[in-house]
């Protein structure tokens, strides 16, 4: 069906992505190829997930020059064009798209027209939203119900950030706070999971922050739900018809966890829903912070009305979690044997999490942290936090810092961080003299820590740990 309403997405037939290696475009760009449209696209550099894209079909270039747009996506009329926020005004292709007369919109504008008559299950917060979401889409995929699912990491369970149903009225969205894009979303189930101050050269204040949130739980459909993590500074803002609940580690919160079981590389429990308690859930990944995402999971499922009981507890026990979330790239067997864990940690609360969890798993044994800072400004921001989580490893090391879309700041650097680290061992390296220094600490547990390109190094890291002859 044609039509002239420009928000109708029949009728584009070519979707064009401006920052196409980003997690999040992704899935959009593969969501859209599964429904037969020609997608193109552009990036700053190459990567691992642009070279995927490439290979399902997308056609991306990495060069602004609008030469370079494939001539089937000049036409404004079956052309929509999507941008992640990421990228700056002044690139070359959105200011052809613009004076061409192209529709233009945000990825999270283009999340919100796909779910605009779905039942959206949206999962928001300075950290968890990747894990708790993935999990979600996991329960739902595996029970009769089923789901949409465009997710902010790839889920190793399917080694995509998109899933896919042609019966299921349920969308799964990882809901970004960044720009405030999570306000283009109408959820009929929303998830809090934190509201730590973040993104401040967007929002100023942690006041602004906050607000944001509120925002965005006004927007919950009338007769919705909205689930938060207890103890949060948010006041919520919901339509009076909104049923509010509360979920935590305690036994305060309307879904909790209780008669936890932990031994032999394991962590089952029970978890309490207000309609009765579902024992034995068995986490796929065994860490502690992975109890409070089990039960926000849970409880969006829940909320929606699609909690499967046995196939929850198999889900559960079947999640590998998303890539690079806490993801373990070597195990070695026997109690000396080393590992090399990594993590997508790029707050300051993050990091010390992902730190607990190590220790917790290992608590005799040497912790080398590799941590990659992330913007100037977070950077800026948060550095006596990000050096007072990184103290409690007992070697650290520090990259310099990602800048991703920003340019440098005077006198901001990795030094900053550096400088207040207390642990026992300390040092500053570069990317190219990682793995030397790896091999010259000898670490027990190694951890790597960041949102940037750290992620790069890894198989070189894990290949230089096995067969360090070969280097």
Known sequence: MNTTDSN?????????????????????????????????????????????????????????????????????????????????????????????????????????????????????????????????????????????AFLGGILRNYNSNLLLSDTSDLSVIEADEFDRSFHQLRPAVAVVTSTDPDHLDIYGTEDAYLESFAHFTSLIKPGGTLIVHEGLKLVPR????????????????????????????????????????????????????????????????????????????????????????????????????????????????????????????????????VFQPHLYTRTRDFAPQFAEALSAADDVILLDIYPAREEPIPGVTSQIIFDRVTAPSKSLCSKENLIKRLKSCNFDILLTAGAGDIDRLLPAIVESTINPAND
């Open 238 to 369: 919901v339509d009076p018809s909104v049923t509010v609940y509360t979920y935590g580690h305690g036994e305060t919160g309307d879904f909790h966890p209780a008669n936890i079981r932990r031994g032999n590389g394991t962590i089952v429990m029970d978890v309490v829903t207000p309609s009765g308690t579902i024992t034995d859930i068995e986490l796929g990944v065994p860490v502690e912070i992975n109890i409070d995402n089990a039960i926000a999971a849970i409880a969006g499922v829940w909320a929606a009305g699609a909690l499967d009981i046995p196939s929850t507890r198999e889900a559960m026990k079947s999640f590998m979690g998303p890539k690079r979330r806490f993801e373990f790239l070597l195990r070695e067997p026997g109690p000396g044997g080393r590992a090399i864990i990594d993590d997508y940690a790029h707050h300051p609360d993050e990091l010390k999490a992902s730190i607990t969890s190590v220790k917790a798993l290992y608590p005799d044994r040497r912790l080398t942290v």
């Open 8 to 148: 109708d997405l029949t009728r584009y037939t070519n979707l064009y992505f401006v920052g196409a290696g980003g997690i999040g475009m992704a899935a959009l760009e593969r969501y859209f190829l599964s429904r037969g449209c020609h997608v193109a696209g552009y990036d700053r550099t190459p990567s691992a997930l642009t070279d995927a894209l490439r290979a399902e079909g997308v056609e991306i270039v990495f060069d602004d020059d609008p030469a370079l747009i494939p001539d089937a996506m000049r036409d404004p009329s079956t052309t929509l064009v999507v941008y992640t926020p990421a990228v700056g005004a002044d690139h070359r292709g959105l200011q052809f798209f613009r004076s061409a007369g192209h529709k233009v919109i945000k990825r999270a504008a283009l999340l919100g027209l796909i779910t605009r008559n779905s039942r959206g299950i949206c999962f928001a917060g300075t950290h968890g939203k990747t894990t708790t979401s993935s999990m979600a889409a996991h329960l739902l995929h595996c029970s009769p119900t089923g789901c949409n």
